[in-house]
């Protein structure tokens, strides 16, 4: 292999590489990133895994003299392309080690054989779902928080994906709160309606990909697979196993209690009184009157907080407890200014909403 | 590498095969059985044909010497180091006795001839990935795995924790498989997980996701709950004949008498008797024999304190051997080891005197004969002190010694008091 490439380029590919490679592992070849030229297309595609989510990304501008593939450490080249200050380099691979030159300095890296690098199944992926880069990063934002880790129920690890025809749909549960969006998309004539699990990991490495807002990104779902591709990058990931929990019959209908709230105010109210809380006693109590929101917690051995905040309410008195953790959370993902709360009853599921197309519910805690 | 590799496991490769032609493939085993007879390696292969792409259908035939291709057992070939001296002199007397072990051989081949199994075909991608040990699909984790969960803390491995079971087998078994065949957990030196991860584990054990097989490699399935047990088919491993490890630790380039003392010492398990000729430690176990003879009240704990500093060179060695092996694990091998030495030497010494001076219990012709015994003088001058009764009690002491290392009791005194109650064993023979 022997290719001249821009050094900021192949450094962006590379730093992507090394977000996906696992930091410990018993196959020092997974901690490895595959270069890989073609000459027809004149392309440098930097490859990496952790045997779950696989990563293909293109450099731009570089120019292939003599095809090849090397595997050396992701970590090595990429802090090497870090440090140089050099225009454009040359990657030049023998027997035995892959050689990367620069204007005043040589290295030479040791690496494995190419061959021995696992690579996910080749099937041809049909594309299915199209849509706006900055819409499935704000949709993997307002979701991935939300999923369960390490659950035994294998399901609700990852986050749903549900496509009906121009509609795509995310949902992330862990048992005790769901977060909802929807997103308009571009579906293919032929796929009505497709739904994955996709694992949160990859769904993290995808916000880092989707760096273009404007672009359409194509995503294809293939059984055991999903693949998210843009111009430049090309992200494999296994789906989990599973049934997802029936969701629709998790979110509350009927709440007659809709109260607008003034997000930063409240977050920062539930922050103050969460300070009086501990493992035995975790949750705080909302009580809703006429025009005044009052949040109290009390620990029995360190003390009680109540904090006052003005709303506009005019129902029913409330009395409502939750976990602090639970509505943080997605305060801290919210954009707008403004949220939407319903409730029905002090032990019913709560529901918070902004815009048309995101929803969230938290089951209520007792205090 | 193939199936064919894992000789003389004809019993639990039909197992395995049958239950995959029928269709009724359960989705956990426990492969038990001594250590080092080739568990860990059917896992392997087993798996390496369930991951295959075109696995072929091919008769069961152990060849000429029960090897199937020429890679080695544990992939390492340079097993000369230090072991090609030449001296053979005085292994003329038992040659006979190793030459009609050739024609035992064939006749160990059982019916198999008749079976036909399925092997992984070794050429397509999956093969070389697995060779490779990078198979997205394929699983191992052992005791050492601990260094790579998340919390990566600093452990004397000596068991498998929680985090380990939890991060990677029960997290990645609830996904698809990559390569969409199947996904393969192994896990060795099961009966080291602790009884938090046992419990985590039984879950993914009892209903694991479609296409998700594990198995559980183990020399100690007592160790296992209960639970874990009624949740897996049970595989039994038998030793290997000592003849074939005899020939085998040739091959390896091993010494013809340190093969012949390494094939009887390791009692059928060849992964073991490799181990310890490679490790180079003949010349000490002859040090201790000639030392045994001269055992009195004056020198008993300069002995143990040789045991003992010896069991601490046999931990470095396998340290360096190993390299991602916890010194106290290491260490605490060195000291089992040293037991198992004094365990044969009194087995030994008590046959000689039971059966004659062959000293042995099979008839002749048998593939477990391999002649007579190494340091055989110094075996007949232990048995002048020692009859077969006070053998047997030193025995028994070493089973005692050897629970008190697992409880990590201080290892001088084991060895001290070892020594010692030797020493009162044969006074009250006497």
């Known amino acids: 292999m022997n290719v001249k490439c821009n050094r900021a380029a192949l450094y962006e590919a590379v730093q992507l590489a090394s977000s996906i490679v696992p930091a410990r592992t018993p196959k020092p070849i997974l901690q490895c990133a595959k270069l890989e030229t073609q000459k027809k297309d004149q392309k440098l595609t930097v490859i990496a895994t952790d045997n779950e989510i696989t990563l293909e990304h293109i450099v731009p501008q570089v120019q292939v003299i003599e095809e090849g593939a090397t595997v050396i450490p992701a970590d090595r080249i990429a802090a090497i392309l870090h440090e140089s200050r050099d225009e454009t380099i040359d990657l030049i691979v023998d027997e035995a080690a892959c050689n990367i030159n620069g204007k005043d300095s040589k290295y030479r890296i040791y690496g494995h054989d190419p061959d021995d690098f696992p690579t996910v199944s080749a099937a041809q992926e049909e594309i299915c779902v199209e849509i706006k880069a900055v819409n499935l990063k704000r949709m993997i934002h307002h979701t991935a928080f939300a999923a369960a880790r390490e659950n035994t129920r294998y399901a609700i690890n990852g986050v749903l994906w549900e496509q009906e025809g121009k509609k795509l749909r995310m949902v992330a549960t862990d048992g005790r709160r769901l977060a909802m969006i929807e997103g308009e998309c571009k579906a293919a004539k032929n796929k009505l309606a497709e739904n994955a699990i996709v694992p949160v990991k990859a769904m993290t490495v995808m916000e880092h990909i989707l760096n273009t807002p404007d672009e359409m990104v194509k995503i294809a779902f293939s059984g055991n697979h999903i693949t998210t591709s843009t111009t430049l990058a090309k992200l494999t990931c296994n789906l989990v196993q599973g049934r997802f929990p029936k969701y629709t019959d998790v979110i509350p209908s009927g709440c007659d209690k809709i109260i607008q709230i003034d997000s930063e105010a409240l977050r920062s109210a539930v922050r103050r009184a969460a300070l009086l809380t501990n493992e035995q006693s975790r949750g705080i109590l909302m009580t809703f009157s006429k025009d005044q929101l009052c949040l109290s917690s009390s620990t029995p051995e360190a003390g009680d907080a109540e904090i006052n905040m003005k709303i506009e309410y005019q129902g029913e008195p409330l009395k409502i407890g939750f976990s602090p953790q639970y509505i943080l959370d997605v305060l801290r993902v919210l954009e707008g200014p403004q949220i939407t709360c319903e409730f029905s009853d002090g032990n019913k599921p709560g529901l918070i909403r902004t815009g048309k197309d995101f929803l969230y519910v938290v089951m209520p805690v007792t205090v | ?430």
């Open chain 2, 1 to 430: 590498m193939s199936i064919l590799e894992c000789f003389g496991q004809d019993h639990a490769i039909i197992r395995l095969q049958k239950a995959r032609q029928l269709s009724r493939l359960p989705h956990s085993y426990i492969f038990y059985g001594p250590e080092g007879v080739g568990k860990g390696l059917l896992a392997g292969q087993w798996a390496k044909m369930m991951l295959c792409s075109e696995p072929r259908r091919r008769k069961l035939t152990w060849g000429d010497s029960g090897q199937g291709d020429s890679d080695g057992l544990f992939n390492s070939t340079d097993s000369t180091n230090s072991l090609d001296s030449t001296d053979s002199a005085d292994s003329t007397d038992s040659t006979d006795s190793i030459d009609s072990m050739d024609s035992a051989d064939s006749a160990n081949a059982v019916d198999s001839d008749s079976v036909m199994i399925d092997d992984c075909c070794d050429k397509c991608a999956d093969c070389l990935m697995v060779r490779a040990g990078t198979h997205p699909d394929l699983h191992k984790i052992d005791k050492q795995s601990v260094l790579h969960t998340r919390k990566a803390r600093s452990s004397q491995m000596l068991a498998l924790p929680i985090d380990v079971i939890r991060e990677m087998v029960i997290e990645p078994a609830g996904m698809f498989p990559s390569r969409k065949r199947a996904r393969i957990f192994i896990i060795e030196q099961a009966e080291s997980m602790n009884i938090a991860a046992q419990n985590a584990l039984l879950k993914t054990l009892e209903e694991p996701p479609a296409n998700t097989f594990l198995i559980l490699v183990t020399s100690n399935p007592e160790l296992f709950l209960p639970t874990i047990r009624s949740r897996c088919q049970e595989i039994r491993f038998v030793s290997l004949p000592k003849a074939f490890i005899y020939k085998r630790l040739l091959e390896y380039g091993v010494e013809e008498r340190q093969g012949r003392f390494w094939a009887e010492f390791s009692d059928g398990r060849f992964g073991y008797a490799l181990q310890l000729a490679q490790m180079g430690l003949y010349d000490a176990k002859r040090e201790f024999l000639e030392q045994l003879c001269r055992l009195g009240y004056d020198n008993a704990l300069v002995l143990a304190e040789w045991l003992q500093s010896q069991a601490k060179e046999f931990g470095k060695v396998l340290g360096e051997k190993q390299g991602e092996i916890s010194t106290s694990d290491a260490d605490r091998q060195g000291r089992l080891f040293w037991l198992d030495v004094i365990v044969h030497v009194f087995s030994q010494v008590m046959r000689r005197q039971v059966f004659g001076v062959s000293g042995q219990f099979s008839e002749p012709g048998s593939q477990n004969q391999l002649g007579q015994p190494d340091q055989a003088e110094q075996l007949d001058q232990i048995g002048r002190r020692f009859d077969p009764y006070v053998c047997s009690r030193v025995i028994k002491a070493v089973t005692v010694s050897r629970r008190y290392i697992f409880a990590n009791a201080n290892p001088a005194l084991i060895f001290e008091s070892l020594m010692l109650e030797c020493l009162n064993c044969a006074r009250a023979g006497v």
